[in-house]
Structure formats: C-alpha cells, structure tokens
C-alpha cells in the first residue's frame, strides 16, 4: 500500500503544492530507495517505527552518501509520512522521531553589496564585451541560477517585460532579475547585434567572439578578470554570485520556501545555509 499512496502523495504535491517535475522525481526516487529497504523486513505498515528509518539512514552512511544527501532524503520521507497520518492512512507516524544528522556548516564567500557596486563603477562603458561580463554579474546576482545554467541561457527563454527568465535543465523553473540587470540585458543585445549582423544568433545568449557558447572555464576566467579590474582581493567564483543572491534574498525578509523554489533547491536544507550569513558580509 506504501507504494500506491506514493502515487497519491506526489499528484497531491503536484496538484496543490506546485512541485516542479524534477522536484516530484527526487521525491519518488528517496522515498522508494526507503520502500525497497523496508521490503527486506517483511513488515506490515503498522510495524514500521522509527528505529527502522534510522537503521536506513545509518545504512546509506555505510554507503558514504553525504551528510546533505541523507538529510534531504530524510525530509522527503519526512512529507511522505505526514501526508499519510494526515489521511489517517497510518496511526502514528514513525519519521516524526527521527533527526537530522547535524553537520558544520561552511560559511561560503559571497559578492556583498558593496563589492557589486564596485563592479557596476569599473564596468560602465558600453562595449560588447565589457557588458557582456557585466550582464553575467547582474544575471547571477539577481536571479540567483547555477552557472552552468546562465551558460545554456537562450534569448528565447527571457521575457523582457516581466522581467522573467525560464530557466531550463536540473531544476526548471521561472526567476527574476532586477530592473537594472534589464537595462544592461538591453544594451548588450544591442551591442551584439550591431558587432555581429546577419551572423546574429538569438540561441545563444553569452557568446565569445566567434559567437560561441562560453564554456565553464571561459565563465571562470571572465570572473577572475572582473575580480581584478573592480579590486576586489577575495576568492570568489561566479557560484559566489548565486549564494550571494540567497544571503541577500533571506536578509531581505523573503520568504525560505518561496526562496527554495527560486532557487531550485531539493531540500530547504540547502537554503537554510544562508541565514548564517551577517549583514556585514552581505552589505559590506
């Protein structure tokens, strides 16, 4: 029966939690990794307790999966059971005793708001590529997607007026970006289509000069440089940016579900990592 409610549970998350298909396919994959655990004891539902979820947490520890990996699967099953005590499918429910493995949190760099002013000062001019790199910036900070993400950005995924972009591949999802990361999105396509004419390629939006996609090392090398040009004497990728945008988004007030979603994180757990951030990382 476990595995028939699944069906429901996920059409339940789907239908009125709007979990994205990717997020749906995480959740079926750790709860029937639990399921085919749980087969080996031959237990009927209501056998199942607390110290058989922990014996599965302790088993996938055995197979060295991260301390992060096992605590999202812990809050996928974690909804499962509630859902099912909630339609009363199960009396008790046997995850609500069982803990999250606690872990030191890494306090991560990021770009503060001071250092992206920075940026924007040593990056006005209006050549292509000098906003091109500055659009990269604004792009990541104010939307907060994966690198490898921007880097598959289409001028067809954009939709300039509502400032949205759709983002596609691991998590996909719509975000955002500033109003002021649309008025260098606007001069850059402009720049692009004036340097390369008929040649022009709507597909790709960030392009080298043979109007190629820009690979991850190109991305790393375009950062590095920006780094050194605006003065900035850290270590910071262009990930920074992205956790620059999560520290920014929760000390702003926004909500940490609604920041999950935009982010495309599996688990909150991942997104928790930035309230630990101070204002004075994150201001500067």
Known sequence: MLRVWLKEYLQEEKTFNNKSENTLRAYKKDIQQL???????????????????KDYLLDL???????????????????????LERKEYIKENPSEYVDNIEFERIILPIFSVKDILKIREAYSEEMLNVLRD???????????????????????????????????????????????????????????????????RREVLFVNSNQGRLSDRSLRRIVDKILRVSKIDRDLSPHSLR???????????????????????????STKLYLDYDEKSIIG
């Open 243 to 269: 956790h620059s945008f999560g520290a920014y988004m929760v000390y702003k007030g926004m909500n940490l579900h609604y920041l999950q979603e935009l982010m495309g994180h599996t688990s909150i757990e």
């Open 35 to 53: 399921l085919e655990f749980l087969d080996k004891f031959n237990l009927e539902i209501k056998q199942i307790k607390d110290k058989h979820i």
């Open 134 to 200: 500055r659009l990269i910036v604004e792009i990541l900070y104010s939307s907060g997607i994966r690198a490898t993400e921007l880097l598959n950005l289409s001028e067809g995924l954009f939709n300039f007026e509502a400032r949205e972009i759709k983002v596609t591949g691991k998590s996909e999802r719509i975000v955002f970006y500033s109003k002021t990361c649309s008025e260098v999105l606007h001069k850059y396509l402009e720049a692009k289509r004036q340097r390369f004419g008929d040649d022009y």
């Open 61 to 83: 520890k055995r197979d060295k999966i991260s301390k992060r990996s096992i605590n999202r699967k812990l809050s996928s099953i974690k909804s499962y059971f509630r859902f």
